[in-house]
């Protein structure tokens, strides 16, 4: 372990060593929470995709499972086992069986997979049996990638999902594919639930392929959440935006789900977050939400090799509704982790770059030239210091804020200051995790950060914070 150790997300992630992307296969099994993620235990960089596993019994501590679906050699994944979701599937003689269903890569032609179906022992100890192809790639249709299967059940069916890019002339458009399954080993081509030419998708989910497509219920709308993703030559580097379609969910006249949006925006505004997996926890009556956080922009390979690890997954989030607009909360159970209350303080001076708006970044904080909280229009001239907190790096920390909040690393030496994040305002909750930053807030859109803290820096969150924890596993 090397120096760089110190940026590991010990509350994020469980596995020590390797690469981890996309969550998959989250089940509740027994009381037990399985959550399983694109893996590669074996280096630093996205090769030949194992499923990796994590367990909890409370959605707070994690523990480290034996592996889910691996390549095998031959087979139909042996260039990787890529993203899919987990399913309780009922057999003839009524038992209930772990089941995962995935795209299976050549390793030569990822961005064409196959659909494939590998059962699980019952105590989800590791894959019961080889890989059974169920949906092969599509030849009747013009693709340029097909990939990720998600499996939602509605007025009493069972229907998949995969992500697609389809070919038009010189054009290349983004569609939702819809397969019917009540028989989870047969799957059959209906039709697109949506393509990028419905114009509401057109204004706010733009891309080549739409990847990872979730469809879940929340409140009394129907929201599809995909991740935007272009061919490297059209966005050099294009996994960093999710959107949500939000509208209804009916039958159509074939009998068969017809998705109609009417709204939509960004899952996370951050720039770290990507591939989310939404479930249905029936126990809990609500939707969780677990999302991929990869090394930020200003990580170099070299770096993310000489620690041997990259990427975590997200903290759990319950998601919501209001106006057709989706939020995420954090789940209640992360209250499990606090440790101890951390005091503020009352008497953190800004620096003379934080009057004003700091920069042009729209989620800046305002403050006069005195250092006064200036937000909404209100008088400023009333003297309102900030309340904030100065701790360590690595930090473990959850933080509430009733208003805008800045955070930023800070050198005690030389004074330096580097942002990292702001919030703009409105009740929202923060958590630090070592190089994770997730803001909350109870009503806008969440924002995901990865930041590197310096040997010798500080980290600082300063504005409307009212309570503030250390967390601990």
């Keep these: 372990m090397t120096t760089l150790d110190s940026h590991f997300p010990t509350l994020h992630r469980v596995h020590p060593r390797g690469w981890i992307n996309d969550p998959n296969g989250i089940m509740h099994v027994d009381g037990q929470w399985h959550v399983y993620f694109q893996y590669n235990p074996y280096s630093a960089r996205h090769h030949r995709i194992h499923w990796g596993h994590m367990v909890s019994s409370d959605l707070a501590h994690w523990e480290s499972a034996p592996l889910g679906p691996v390549p095998t050699e031959q087979g139909p994944d042996h260039g990787g086992c890529w993203s899919g979701v987990g399913v309780l599937d009922r057999g003839v003689d009524g038992t209930l069986t772990p089941t995962t269903v995935y795209s299976a890569v050549d390793g030569e032609h990822n961005d064409f ?70 028989d989870l080993g047969f799957w059959e081509y209906v039709r697109p639930l949506l393509t990028g030419a419905d114009p509401v998708a057109a204004e706010h989910a733009r891309a080549e392929i739409w990847e990872c497509p979730q469809l879940v219920p929340v409140g009394e709308r129907w929201f599809l959440l995909v991740s935007l993703w272009f061919r490297p030559e059209i966005v050099a580097r294009s996994t960093t935006e999710v959107a949500y379609l ?118 800046a904080l305002h403050l006069d030239a005195a250092g ?41 030496a030389t004074g330096a200051r580097r942002t990292v994040a702001h919030h703009e305002g409105g009740a929202a909750t923060l958590f630090v995790d070592a190089s994770i930053l997730e803001i909350l807030p109870a009503q806008s859109t969440p924002r995901t950060t990865r930041f590197y803290a310096e040997p010798g820096e500080k980290l600082l969150i300063t504005g409307a914070i009212d309570a503030a924890w250390t967390l601990a596993p």
């Design 113 to 182: 997979s196959q659909v494939v179906r590998v059962p699980l022992h019952p105590d989800l100890s590791g894959p019961a049996a080889a890989p059974e192809v169920l949906v092969p790639v599509p030849q009747d249709l013009s693709l340029v990638g097909i990939r990720d299967p998600f499996v939602f059940h509605h007025e009493g069916r069972r229907w998949a999902l995969q992500g697609a890019g389809l070919r038009d002339g010189d054009n290349v458009t983004p569609a939702v594919l819809l397969y019917s399954c009540d």
């Design 372 to 412: 006064h909280r200036d937000t909404d229009g209100r008088d400023a001239s009333t003297p309102d210091a900030p309340v904030g907190l100065q701790v360590d790096t690595p930090a473990r920390l959850e933080a509430h804020a009733t208003g805008p909040v800045h955070v930023e690393l800070i050198d005690p």
């Design 246 to 363: 939000s509208g209804s969910l009916a039958t159509g006249p074939d009998g068969a789900p017809q998705f109609q949006p009417d709204g939509g925006g960004r899952v996370d505004a951050g720039p770290d977050f990507y591939a989310p997996q939404a479930v249905v926890d029936t126990e809990g009556d609500r939707i969780l939400l677990w999302g991929w956080s990869w090394e930020g922009r200003d990580r170099t390979q070299e770096q993310t090799d000489a620690q041997g690890w990259a990427g975590c997954l997200t903290f759990p989030r319950e998601l919501r509704e209001a106006d057709g607009r989706l939020w995420a909360l954090p789940v209640r159970e992360l209250a499990a982790l606090r440790a101890e209350e951390i005091a503020l303080q009352h008497d953190i001076s800004p620096q003379p770059d934080m009057a004003g708006r700091r920069d042009a970044d729209e989620n």
